[in-house]
């Protein structure tokens, strides 16, 4: 019996001894449990159990990281779906030769699904991070029985393939974790379109979100400065076997990932920055927003830095020119005049330079084609549109033709490929034309601009003199940024003084519109008839210069439906002007809290409304190129247009972050009393949830038509208080606006309630962020419950607010207050 003892003790010492060292591989008399690990031949990589992020929840996960970063980088996980309950669970290798992951019950909670059989068969985790089943005497990677890399998580490493394996009827696509504490699938996912022009796209659920552009033999040609990187070689492999695209590193010492990111919905190429110690990002997509998916519908073209982003092609007009004026273009455009197939003196095309070509759905390629064959095929096909060289390399060669609707085309300056589009011959002549008086045509264009070249020297002059007098902020423009001596241009269209003198009557009384923190606001109209609004900044102003440069620069890259269109500024003499689009129905605080007003608010009004503003929220904390946090919505800064559509104005206060960054914090607290976050209002820490408060007393407003600040019933000291003692007590059908008899849809009325309590709880970590408040205004998912809200600021001194009837005025005053501690 004794010796039995030894020899048991011998063998699991001798088990345990080869998981005292590191080791790569599991065989099938082994096992792998949450104290052990596997380690890369290299040491690279590292495969075992792990808790994800800052999660404090008991899941565990079986996944593979990098071995000697110090902030634990996971790269892929198995059991995505089914998290560990305990520490008891094995991964180890059954007898039908699978990689099982079993907990203390024997129960499977994830396993590998093989195919091809062997008699012995071992786990081994690869230098490159990849994780493979084969039999133990065959290493050739053709014979694989399963690897990881087949069934990627939301990471793109060195050596993967994205794309099909056509033989096993496989497609490997990336999908991204829920949140940084979830590893479970999200529903954001980069996949490569199955067809013979490849394109790389992204989703957001089953809603496109953005598209690569064709290869066109060198790059991508939406994305040339991603698929061009000098650290990178990518590759497209198309046979009869495999449809895919995979990258290596020339720089094999350079540690880099390529990873999709839920929490801003961007792909991101990151580098180990060694000095650092941190992940650096050196790519991200989309880097606009005309990189989002098809911004400016069919046959229109989205071009950066242009107000607004999106045209028509030249040939083409708007299909709905309201929709357009109003900054919505998804519907697209038409061709000016009709053309007739195959009839020589109707059809031709017109040639377009550096254009990101279109979706590659509808389209169709032949490598050996000539340009020239490429446009006979073209024409002889009346469904066909346009057509471009295949490959760019060497001159050109290749044909690509595209079918019906051209999708997702943008500008790419110095970059993408020519693109030859059918139109009537009469628009093509026309072009000719107007190449063969180009000379005559760029005097005129000089002539014409005259004045903005005195405007702009103005600027600079403005600039010199505000550096020299050390006024630094004029040179940043935003709080919290860098001082530099740099210059900053201003990228939105100049209005010369006398220009907007005209247009307001010489700033008359009678146009003015009301007046805010910035100053007054007057109402002005262009010599082509176009209504606009005029906000002049006061010498008296609360804001100030730095504001004004703020919501210059912000306004300049921000394009939503849901956000006020700026039309440009002025900057002469002692002026600082900016012009806005005029929004008839001024702003929402004047229908809101007026009692016969708020009667043309009916339920479906309101509801629109709570969407748009959602909407318009979202883009500037997630979808906008720029992170951008408000800091100062409210009523009166929710402007509405003739038909009471929502967009929010007043971007002087907002703050503008970078990469990753979702938060920061001030020393000079500035927005408006009522509708601060506590964590703001007293120590000057801002984020997007900060944000997301500030919508949910906006929510609240909104359903019951009561001020938050102005409401005082039940010994509650503001509307937040009382919204919560009616959900405590069941009756929370009694907040919603009596105004609103019978117009409202109670289930939508209490969800809106039920959301807007889930904006306002007291700790950040507790609210919802705006993606999850649009989701959930648009379905019926369960809502979790909500804490007991932040409604105390009772120590804040309040300061009672100035009336207003004005589209841009200040209802509830912003004020700058306090000091962060």
């Given at each position: 019996m004794?010796?039995?003892?030894i020899?048991l003790?011998?063998?699991?010492?001798?088990?345990?001894?080869?998981?005292?060292?590191?080791?790569?591989?599991?065989?099938?008399?082994?096992f792998?449990e949450?104290?052990?690990?596997?380690v890369?031949?290299?040491g690279?990589f590292e495969?075992g159990?792990?808790?994800?992020?800052?999660?404090?929840?008991?899941?565990?996960?079986?996944?593979i990281?990098y071995k000697?970063?110090?902030?634990?980088?996971?790269?892929?996980?198995?059991?995505r779906?089914?998290?560990?309950?305990?520490?008891?669970?094995?991964?180890?290798?059954n007898?039908?030769?699978y990689l099982v992951?079993?907990?203390?019950n024997?129960?499977?909670i994830?396993?590998t699904?093989?195919?091809?059989?062997?008699?012995?068969v071992?786990a081994?985790?690869?230098?490159?991070?990849?994780?493979?089943?084969?039999d133990?005497?065959?290493?050739?990677p053709?014979n694989?029985?399963?690897?990881?890399?087949d069934y990627?998580?939301?990471?793109?490493?060195?050596?993967?393939?994205?794309?099909w394996?056509?033989?096993?009827?496989l497609?490997?696509v990336?999908?991204?974790w829920?949140?940084?504490?979830?590893?479970?699938?999200?529903d954001?996912?980069l996949?490569?379109l199955?067809?013979?022009?490849?394109?790389?796209?992204?989703w957001k659920?089953?809603?496109?979100?953005?598209?690569?552009g064709?290869?066109d033999?060198t790059?991508?040609?939406g994305?040339?400065?991603?698929?061009?990187?000098?650290?990178?070689?990518?590759a497209?492999?198309?046979?009869?076997?495999?449809?895919?695209?995979?990258?290596?590193?020339?720089d094999?010492?350079l540690i880099?990932?390529?990873?999709i990111n839920?929490t801003?919905?961007?792909?991101?190429?990151?580098?180990?920055?060694i000095?650092?110690q941190?992940?650096?990002?050196?790519?991200?997509?989309?880097?606009?927003f005309c990189?989002?998916y098809?911004?400016?519908?069919?046959?229109?073209i989205c071009?950066?830095?242009?107000?607004?982003a999106c045209?028509c092609l030249?040939?083409?007009?708007?299909?709905s020119?309201r929709?357009?004026?109003q900054?919505?273009w998804?519907?697209g455009c038409?061709?000016?005049q009709?053309?007739?197939?195959?009839?020589?003196?109707?059809?031709?095309?017109?040639?377009f330079?550096?254009v990101?070509?279109p979706?590659?759905r509808?389209?169709?390629?032949?490598?050996?084609?000539?340009?020239d064959e490429?446009k006979n095929?073209?024409?002889?096909n009346?469904?066909?549109?346009a057509?471009?060289?295949s490959?760019?390399?060497?001159?050109?060669?290749?044909?690509?033709?595209?079918?019906?609707?051209?999708?997702?085309?943008?500008?790419m300056?110095?970059a993408?490929?020519?693109?030859?589009?059918?139109?009537?011959v009469?628009?093509?002549?026309q072009?000719?034309?107007d190449?063969?008086?180009?000379?005559?045509?760029?005097?005129v264009?000089?002539?014409?601009?005259?004045?903005s070249?005195?405007?702009?020297?103005?600027?600079?002059?403005f600039?010199?003199?505000?550096?020299?007098?050390?006024?630094k902020?004029?040179?940043?423009?935003?709080?919290?940024?860098?001082n530099?001596?740099?210059q900053e241009d201003?990228e939105?269209p100049?209005?010369?003084l006398?220009?907007?003198?005209?247009?307001?009557?010489?700033?008359?009384?009678?146009?003015?519109?009301?007046?805010g923190?910035?100053?007054?606001?007057?109402?002005?109209?262009?010599?082509d008839?176009?209504?606009?609004?005029?906000?002049?900044?006061?010498r008296?102003s609360?804001?100030?210069?730095?504001e004004?440069?703020n919501?210059?620069m912000?306004?300049?890259?921000?394009q939503?439906?849901?956000?006020?269109?700026?039309?440009?500024?002025?900057?002469?003499?002692?002026?600082?002007l900016?012009?806005?689009?005029?929004?008839?129905?001024?702003?929402?605080?004047?229908?809101?809290?007026?009692?016969?007003?708020g009667?043309?608010?009916?339920w479906?009004?309101?509801?629109?409304?709570?969407?748009g503003i959602?909407?318009g929220?979202?883009y500037?904390?997630?979808?906008?190129?720029?992170r951008?946090i408000?800091?100062?919505?409210?009523?009166?800064?929710?402007?509405?247009?003739?038909?009471?559509n929502?967009?929010?104005?007043?971007?002087g206060?907002?703050?503008?972050?970078?990469?990753?960054q979702?938060?920061?914090?001030?020393n000079?607290?500035?927005g408006?009393?009522?509708?601060?976050a506590?964590?703001?209002?007293?120590?000057?820490i801002f984020?997007?949830?900060?944000?997301?408060?500030s919508?949910?007393?906006?929510l609240?407003?909104?359903?019951?038509?009561?001020?938050?600040?102005?409401?005082y019933?039940?010994?509650?000291?503001?509307?937040i208080?009382?919204?919560?003692?009616?959900?405590?007590?069941?009756?929370?059908?009694?907040?919603?606006?009596?105004?609103?008899?019978?117009?409202?849809?109670l289930?939508?009325a209490?969800r809106?309630?039920?959301?807007?309590?889930?904006?306002?709880?007291?700790?950040?970590n507790?609210?919802?962020?705006?993606?999850?408040?649009?989701?959930?205004?648009?379905?019926?998912?369960a809502?979790?419950?909500?804490?007991?809200?932040?409604?105390l600021?009772?120590?804040?001194?309040?300061?009672?607010?100035?009336?207003?009837?004005?589209?841009?005025?200040?209802?509830?005053?912003t004020?700058?207050?306090?000091?962060?501690?």
């Amino acid at each position: 019996m004794a010796m039995l003892t030894i020899l048991l003790l011998s063998k699991l010492l001798s088990l345990f001894s080869k998981f005292a060292v590191a080791t790569d591989t599991i065989t099938q008399s082994e096992f792998l449990e949450d104290n052990t690990t596997l380690v890369s031949n290299n040491g690279t990589f590292e495969l075992g159990f792990f808790t994800p992020g800052s999660s404090s929840s008991p899941n565990l996960y079986v996944g593979i990281w990098y071995k000697n970063i110090p902030i634990r980088t996971v790269v892929w996980v198995a059991n995505r779906d089914n998290p560990i309950k305990d520490n008891s669970s094995k991964l180890s290798i059954n007898t039908k030769g699978y990689l099982v992951l079993i907990n203390q019950n024997n129960t499977v909670i994830w396993s590998t699904n093989t195919t091809t059989k062997a008699s012995l068969v071992v786990a081994q985790l690869l230098d490159s991070g990849n994780l493979v089943l084969r039999d133990e005497k065959d290493t050739n990677p053709e014979n694989y029985l399963w690897q990881s890399f087949d069934y990627p998580s939301d990471t793109f490493l060195p050596g993967m393939k994205l794309g099909w394996d056509l033989k096993k009827g496989l497609n490997r696509v990336l999908t991204a974790w829920k949140n940084w504490d979830d590893p479970s699938p999200g529903d954001f996912t980069l996949s490569i379109l199955h067809t013979n022009n490849p394109e790389v796209v992204m989703w957001k659920g089953t809603t496109q979100y953005y598209g690569s552009g064709p290869w066109d033999g060198t790059v991508f040609s939406g994305s040339p400065s991603v698929s061009s990187d000098s650290n990178v070689n990518y590759a497209i492999v198309s046979n009869k076997d495999e449809f895919y695209i995979t990258y290596s590193l020339i720089d094999k010492s350079l540690i880099s990932r390529v990873v999709i990111n839920q929490t801003k919905y961007v792909r991101q190429r990151l580098l180990w920055n060694i000095d650092s110690q941190m992940w650096r990002v050196s790519s991200e997509l989309p880097t606009d927003f005309c990189d989002q998916y098809n911004t400016c519908g069919a046959f229109g073209i989205c071009v950066i830095g242009q107000v607004p982003a999106c045209k028509c092609l030249d040939g083409f007009k708007p299909k709905s020119p309201r929709n357009w004026t109003q900054m919505s273009w998804n519907q697209g455009c038409v061709h000016n005049q009709t053309w007739s197939c195959r009839k020589k003196g109707r059809d031709g095309f017109n040639k377009f330079n550096s254009v990101k070509a279109p979706d590659t759905r509808r389209s169709w390629v032949n490598a050996s084609m000539t340009l020239d064959e490429c446009k006979n095929k073209c024409w002889e096909n009346c469904s066909c549109t346009a057509y471009a060289n295949s490959d760019i390399k060497g001159g050109g060669s290749g044909c690509a033709i595209w079918f019906s609707d051209l999708l997702n085309i943008r500008l790419m300056p110095n970059a993408g490929q020519d693109l030859y589009i059918r139109l009537a011959v009469s628009e093509t002549a026309q072009q000719n034309q107007d190449e063969k008086h180009s000379s005559k045509k760029k005097v005129v264009v000089i002539a014409s601009t005259v004045s903005s070249v005195i405007a702009i020297l103005l600027i600079f002059i403005f600039i010199y003199w505000s550096y020299k007098n050390k006024n630094k902020e004029i040179i940043t423009g935003i709080e919290g940024k860098n001082n530099k001596s740099q210059q900053e241009d201003f990228e939105l269209p100049l209005f010369d003084l006398a220009s907007i003198a005209h247009a307001t009557n010489n700033f008359s009384h009678d146009n003015k519109l009301g007046e805010g923190g910035f100053g007054p606001v007057y109402k002005g109209i262009l010599p082509d008839g176009q209504e606009v609004a005029v906000k002049r900044l006061s010498r008296t102003s609360r804001q100030g210069l730095k504001e004004f440069k703020n919501e210059v620069m912000l306004c300049a890259e921000l394009q939503h439906r849901n956000l006020v269109k700026v039309l440009g500024c002025c900057i002469q003499d002692d002026e600082k002007l900016l012009i806005y689009e005029y929004m008839a129905n001024k702003s929402l605080d004047v229908f809101l809290f007026d009692s016969s007003q708020g009667k043309l608010l009916d339920w479906p009004k309101r509801f629109c409304i709570i969407n748009g503003i959602a909407r318009g929220l979202l883009y500037l904390h997630q979808d906008s190129r720029l992170r951008i946090i408000h800091r100062d919505l409210k009523a009166s800064n929710v402007l509405l247009d003739n038909e009471m559509n929502p967009k929010i104005s007043d971007f002087g206060l907002a703050r503008m972050c970078g990469g990753d960054q979702i938060e920061g914090k001030t020393n000079r607290v500035v927005g408006t009393y009522g509708y601060m976050a506590p964590e703001y209002a007293f120590d000057g820490i801002f984020s997007i949830k900060s944000d997301v408060f500030s919508f949910g007393v906006l929510l609240l407003e909104i359903v019951s038509g009561k001020k938050n600040r102005l409401f005082y019933p039940n010994d509650y000291n503001n509307l937040i208080g009382h919204a919560w003692r009616l959900w405590k007590e069941g009756n929370p059908m009694q907040f919603i606006d009596t105004s609103l008899k019978d117009s409202y849809n109670l289930h939508e009325a209490l969800r809106c309630i039920h959301i807007g309590l889930l904006c306002v709880q007291h700790h950040p970590n507790d609210r919802s962020n705006m993606a999850s408040v649009v989701v959930s205004l648009s379905n019926e998912n369960a809502l979790p419950l909500p804490k007991n809200p932040s409604y105390l600021l009772n120590d804040i001194p309040t300061e009672r607010e100035s009336s207003s009837n004005t589209s841009f005025s200040v209802n509830d005053v912003t004020t700058s207050m306090l000091s962060g501690r």
